[in-house]
């Protein structure tokens, strides 16, 4: 086993069949309100093929469906696959994939025109987010645009990083923006917030593929 998929393993162990997707739906509000920093930044998607990462039981995917020409879902885990493939069966313009923790295969080199992760890259490990970043390039159409929700905490977990706040991974704004750059993105716009009632927290970042 690699040592990002060994990432991947220390954090998804915590996810599978976790009362936390149960817990998450009250919590839904805080990304989809008018006004919310999310919301503001979602917007600016276009949402004719749209990927949704770590799409968890697919309480976000449920509500931007609607709007979408093409929906994928995408999660470590083939159970919360088959959850939102449920949850979103009415919908023609969905389809769903298991995928490895650290990249997007099988999805085809300049397919996607958004993707989006909230609520899940904050408890990634930095080498999974800097692989995530490589491949959002190669899947991105040019011009197209990629919203992540990360942590933005500094400090390197001393035992694991379920013991930070809020179960938060090693990373900020600044390395973000690093890895946005090295994979030949560009940040469009960030927005540092707090989470839990502990200040600056997290951070959302959108980022873009060069190009018409």
């Known amino acids: 086993m690699s040592d990002i998929e060994k990432s991947v393993e220390v954090v998804g162990a915590a996810w599978r069949q976790s ?23 979602f917007d600016q998607l276009d949402l004719d093929t749209v990927l949704e990462l770590a ?27 088959d959850f ?7 919908f023609n313009n969905v389809e769903s994939h298991v995928n490895n923790g650290y990249n997007f295969q099988p999805i085809a080199d300049r397919s996607l025109s958004s993707i989006f992760c909230y609520d899940a890259m904050v408890h990634f490990a930095p080498e999974v987010v800097r692989s995530y ?10 011009g197209g645009r990629a919203l992540f929700h ?19 991974n090693q990373m900020t704004e600044a390395t973000f923006r690093d890895y ?4 030949g993105l560009e940040t469009l716009g960030t927005q540092i917030i707090s989470w839990g ?10 980022v873009g593929k060069p190009g018409a």
């Not at 817990?23 to 509000?29: K, M, V």
């Not at 469906?65 to 093409?70: E, K, L």
């Not at 946005?180 to 994979?183: I, L, V, Y």
Request: hydrophobic content about 30%.
């Open 19 to 41: 009362p936390y997707y149960d817990d998450a739906e009250r919590w839904t509000i805080l990304f989809w309100n008018d006004g919310t920093p999310f919301r503001k930044f």
């Open 55 to 81: 799409c968890g039981h697919g309480r976000h995917s449920a509500k931007v469906a609607p709007q979408c020409g093409r929906l994928i879902l995408m999660d470590i885990f083939q159970e919360n696959i």
């Open 84 to 90: 939102s493939r449920h949850r979103l069966r009415f």
């Open 133 to 142: 970043l490589k491949d959002t390039a190669r899947v991105l159409k040019p």
């Open 150 to 168: 990360h942590s933005n905490y500094p400090m390197a977990p001393k035992e694991h990083y379920g013991q930070n706040p809020h179960s938060r």
């Open 180 to 183: 946005t750059r090295e994979a």
């Open 197 to 206: 009632q502990i200040p600056d927290l997290d951070c959302i970042s959108l």
